[in-house]
């Protein structure tokens, strides 16, 4: 995330914490069927999913990703969510595709009103693919190559959902792109350099409205605020640990999901996030001017 530009956003597709089971706009405690209107007793306990997205990144890269969810509620009031990510992205100078990250979070129910939820996001590779022997820089990477602490709590009442949630680097990748490498004419020239890089956290709050429409489609619009807590920071050409300006701040998103749910065991997704404010400076490469998404979903 590294361009000056107010018409991107943060991928939190990418990230991850946004997109965790419970920290989604439409996802209701525990009970993967009460947005339905399903009682209670008939849930039905698994949950697969498979999700399809594509966005536009910086510098008119495209992005694409898949995902694979597996979803189980083990007691009334306890679920576990495992989620296996991908992306490939397409510039002008060379294209990647790789795994991404698993994601295994726990879910709490503690009461009709809370959800706490507490996870850990792992990294399938280190955030250090090259071209031939030259790094490539994090809008390159299919991961951010770091172990995450995710936790945080959702408050459903009614239609209104409200999520307040952190992500937190355990760990940092081995990234060792320098834009010094690289000569004026070439398309990396103008990225951040992270070497070395060292990635803060991020807070985030999330209030969504689920509207039924009839009984088997929910559209959710939802704002979605993220606070990116301290500035990132990099080590340069001579060994000197920098500090990336303007990489600490606000990147504000609007989200709307449409769902479809012909009955109990199948459900079909379409969600649309843009952003409103931005970071000035992203150099994680998690910069989307939008992200649209298509999900299936199936109970049993």
Do not use: W
Not at 97 to 110: E, P, T
Not at 136 to 159: C, E, R, W
Not at 186 to 209: C, H, M, P, W
Not at 217 to 225: K, Y
Request: aromatic content about 10%.
């Amino acid at each position: 995330m590294c361009i000056h530009a107010s018409a991107f956003s943060q991928g939190c597709s990418d990230a991850g914490f946004c997109t965790a089971e419970s920290f989604k706009p439409n996802t209701v405690i525990i009970n993967n069927t009460d947005s339905v209107g399903t009682n209670n007793s008939d849930v039905l306990k698994n949950t697969f999913k498979i999700s399809l997205s594509t966005g536009t990144a910086d510098r008119n890269i495209a992005i694409y990703g898949a995902n694979i969810e597996y979803s189980r509620i083990l007691t009334e009031n306890l679920g576990i969510n495992i989620k296996l990510t991908s992306l490939s992205q397409s510039g002008k100078e060379h294209s990647t595709a790789n795994l991404s990250d698993i994601y295994i979070n726990g879910n709490y129910k503690f009461n009709n009103l809370l959800n706490f939820s507490i996870g850990v996001k792992l990294p399938l590779n280190n955030a250090n693919e090259k071209k031939g022997t030259t790094p490539l820089p994090m809008d390159y990477q299919s991961s951010l190559g770091t172990i995450d602490a995710i936790a945080g709590v959702a408050f459903v009442h009614n239609k209104l959902k409200i999520v307040v949630a952190t992500q937190q680097p355990i760990t940092q990748n081995n990234n060792s792109f320098l834009q010094t490498d690289h000569d004026s004419t070439s398309e990396f020239y103008s990225f951040q350099s992270t070497n070395k890089y060292i990635r803060k956290g991020d807070v985030l709050l999330r209030v969504a409205y689920m509207i039924p429409i009839g009984k088997k489609i929910i559209i959710t619009p939802s704002v979605l605020p993220i606070y990116h807590l301290q500035n990132d920071k990099y080590t340069n050409f001579v060994g000197e640990r920098k500090t990336i300006d303007g990489s600490e701040g606000l990147t504000l998103n609007g989200n709307l999901v449409l769902e479809y749910h012909p009955n109990q065991k199948n459900g079909f997704e379409i969600s649309f996030g843009t952003p409103f404010i931005t970071r000035k400076v992203r150099p994680d490469g998690l910069t989307r001017k939008y992200v649209l998404a298509v999900e299936y979903k199936y109970n049993f």
